[in-house]
């Protein structure tokens, strides 16, 4: 009887708490030593952390490998290079604007740096060739892909099955 209590309890557990693979991929995600691969210090998830790259919640829909896809791709879609009076160039993520300002997420540092910019300071945007998103380059493993993917899709859609390398 106790054994049937305890194995309903744990069966509880397991759907409706975070999985243990999600949980690696959270720990990933927030505090992983490699700087290019601690996704939260660019990325924003379930209210935490500063919204600079991309909402991840867009790719609920995808596929584990199309989101493998995604975090490993080295052609960028919105990042920029904005061409400025003073000359200083760097890739750039546009922030928040107002009628005169907009911030520009300087991307040379880890974490990106906010400069808040006057528009007028800003002649215009060039197309990015010199950044990279760093996971591309951070050596992950296809377990660490794994797991960090399960983390986003229990995130963005409660998913607790859990993502196996063989999808990948
Ligand atoms: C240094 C900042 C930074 C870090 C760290 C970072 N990203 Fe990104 N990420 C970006 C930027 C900027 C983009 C947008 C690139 C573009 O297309 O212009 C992006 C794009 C993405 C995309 C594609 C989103 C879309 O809508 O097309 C995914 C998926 C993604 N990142 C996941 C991750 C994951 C997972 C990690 C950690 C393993 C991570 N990122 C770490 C900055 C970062």
């Keep these: ?3 049937v209590t305890i194995g309903l309890l744990l069966t509880a557990g397991v759907a409706l ?3 243990a693979q999600a949980k690696r991929g959270m720990a990933l995600f927030w505090e992983s ?4 691969s601690r996704c939260g210090a660019c990325h924003s998830l379930e209210g935490r952390g500063q919204a600079i ?7 609920a829909g ?3 490998r199309g989101i493998k896809t995604a975090i490993l791709s080295t052609v960028t879609e919105y990042v920029v290079t904005p061409k400025l009076k ?10 928040e604007e107002t009628d005169k300002t907009i911030v520009l997420w300087d991307l040379s540092t880890t974490p990106p740096q906010a400069k808040q910019t006057d ?18 380059s951070a050596n992950l493993t296809t377990k660490h892909l794994a797991d960090v993917i399960a983390y986003l899709r229990f995130v963005t859609k409660g998913d607790t099955r859990g993502v196996s390398e063989d999808d990948l």
């Design 1 to 3: 009887m106790r054994s």
């Design 17 to 19: 708490g975070q999985p």
């Design 33 to 36: 030593p490699d700087a290019g």
């Design 53 to 59: 790259a991309p909402d991840l919640r867009r790719l």
């Design 62 to 64: 995808l596929s584990p």
């Design 86 to 95: 003073s000359g200083k160039a760097f890739p750039a993520l546009k922030g």
């Design 119 to 136: 528009k007028s300071e800003v002649l215009g945007y060039g197309t990015n060739t010199t950044w990279k998103h760093p996971p591309s």
